[in-house]
């Protein structure tokens, strides 16, 4: 049913790809696989938030809760993992961090650390580093087992009616874990299950759709935190119902594991201008908050090219 799903649902948006040019049936290859990207940038963030933990505690009522960027680009470790930092303006401002520049979109925040944070989301994200082979040999990075995903403090962080999306590999494990126990242990109920279909820009899967190993989809478990139903009828007046089935259709990333950002895709069953979070991010996205050990690595500025004004 799954592989009809997708097969059929791709074959359209394919043909509607080619029709517009925006895919190519003679470049094939130029396979997103193929595109050159920036060498290993040694930035050293997780090390940095291993360091964090052996930092003085902070008296929470000294602490400052938000720093929010100016021109001063250059900022403090010990700040910078003391607290949000947040781009409040409606351009892109640089930091410098242990002597590398990263990118900061326009009206983001991100928080370097593996620490709480008291604030309350209306969406979260999370792309969870699973445990498998693969990550295992490639030592990419850590990766957290099933009892340390349960602990991630989702209850604290959603605010009411708060919509959980979370990533899972093509393991049947994961999948049966998120449904049956994970969202249940977080007092989320499980509505849908969207794929992420990646293509070359031919049209082409990227692997066999009929592979027994890797799989040219990945698979995102949506969920709202459970509530009183009167209230959640309520706050879903305004907004389209999260449909069972869903296909996001594109050339994926030359970067290990970047996934698509969602924030188009969730628009039309989420109201504007909501609070936002993205858990184990390794880059930013403008409007939300992005959270982890790593959350600045795909934003140095190696990865980017400056255009010039004309």
């Known amino acids: 049913q799954v592989r009809k799903l997708i097969w059929e649902g ?7 790809g080619l029709k517009s040019g925006f895919l190519h049936r003679t ?12 060498g290993h940038i040694g930035c050293g963030l997780a090390e940095l938030c291993e360091m964090a933990k052996q930092f003085p505690a902070v008296n929470e009522s000294d602490h400052q809760a938000i720093h929010v960027l100016d021109d001063e680009t250059s900022i403090p470790e010990h700040d910078l993992l ?28 991100f928080l370097l650390s593996d620490i709480s944070y008291k604030k309350k989301y209306d969406v ?9 082979k693969s990550v295992k040999r490639s030592n990419r990075y850590s990766h957290l087992s099933s009892w340390q995903i349960k602990q991630i403090p989702v209850p604290a962080l959603a605010a009411p009616n708060c919509l959980v999306v979370t990533w899972v590999t093509n393991r049947q494990k994961h999948l049966r874990f998120v449904k049956d126990e ?14 992420w279909v990646k293509i070359t820009r031919a049209g082409e899967f990227i692997l066999p759709l009929d592979s027994l190993h890797k799989k040219p989809y990945e698979v995102l478990v949506l969920g709202r935190v459970q509530e009183d139903v009167k209230e959640t009828l309520r706050k879903s007046e305004d907004v389209l119902p999260i449909p069972e089935h869903k296909l996001i259709v594109s050339i ?11 924030t188009a895709v969730l628009a039309e069953f989420i109201k504007p201008d909501v609070e936002c979070l993205e858990l184990f991010a390794r880059n930013l996205q403008p409007g939300w908050t992005s959270w982890g050990n790593e959350v600045l690595k795909f934003q ?11």
């Open 10 to 16: 791709t074959l359209h948006l394919v043909q509607e």
């Open 252 to 262: 994926p990333c030359s970067l290990h594991s970047h996934k698509p950002p969602l």
């Open 82 to 109: 003391s607290c949000v930092t947040e781009n409040s303006s409606d351009c892109a401002k640089i930091v410098v961090l242990m002597g590398q520049k990263y990118l900061v979109p326009p009206k983001s925040s």
């Open 124 to 132: 979260i994200v999370i792309d969870p580093p699973w445990d498998n």
């Open 300 to 310: 140095h500025v190696d990865y980017f090219t400056l255009l010039q004004n004309e």
């Open 27 to 38: 470049t094939a290859e130029l396979s997103c696989r193929k595109n050159v990207v920036p």
């Open 182 to 195: 994970l969202y249940p242990h977080w007092s989320v109920k499980a509505l849908a299950e969207w794929h």
